[in-house]
């Protein structure tokens, strides 16, 4: 299954895996642009040129931890060591979270550590260092309202929730899929052969919300 197109996506670096142990590599900062310079940065974009990536200085262990790249697009959140969806609270997620992803179309410069990239990747993700043997579940929305050139828009809100357990030394990918109008968490396994990147998806389960 091919990933085909997702919305742009926006990251943060994992440097670890744990309720009470992660650490953030950020992205490379954009100087603020000019009216003109902004013209030629949305010029740029338009024609799909992503920036120049940044690398990752994390420590990846595969005999304990595992990796996922996750594609631009939707909202996306992370939350370690459960099965379930803690309960958002009044002022967003819960507790336990961490933001890997949300939409945006500046600061597009992909972070990475290394991991094998199919053919079929897109061009905008970055890379994280997960804990492996333990639930990960990964939330998506999107939808709610945007504000564009002065012109607000509003889209149906839309979420998916699930998890699984990542394997330690494996490679995953994790992104949004559209299927028949609902929003749906995919995840991949990647693995090279013959120096070919295979990609295989898995059948996560979904994750309820905790009790």
Known sequence: ??????????????????????????????????????????????????????????????????????YFGVSTHFYFNTECEPKHGSIGHGGGSTEVAKPRVLHLANTTIGMPLPQDAYKYYDEYVIKANQPLTITLDSGG????????????????????????????????????????????????EDQSVQVEMLNIKGAPQCQ
Request: one cysteine or more; aromatic letters at 6%.
């Open 145 to 192: 309202w945007s504000q564009n050139n002065g012109f607000v828009v509003t889209e149906t809100r839309r979420h998916a929730a699930g998890t699984f357990a990542p394997q330690a030394g494996v490679d995953y990918e994790a992104f949004a899929q559209d299927e028949h109008g609902y929003l749906r968490l995919a995840v991949r396994r990647l693995r090279v």
């Open 1 to 70: 299954m091919k990933l085909g197109h997702p919305t742009l996506w926006r990251l943060k670096v994992l440097k670890n895996l744990s309720l009470t142990h992660l650490q953030s590599n950020k992205n490379t900062q954009m100087k603020k642009l000019s009216a003109g310079t902004l013209s030629v940065a949305l010029s740029v974009l338009l024609m799909g040129c992503a920036l120049r990536g940044t690398s990752a200085n994390s420590t990846y262990d595969p005999a304990t931890d595992a990796r996922i790249r996750v």
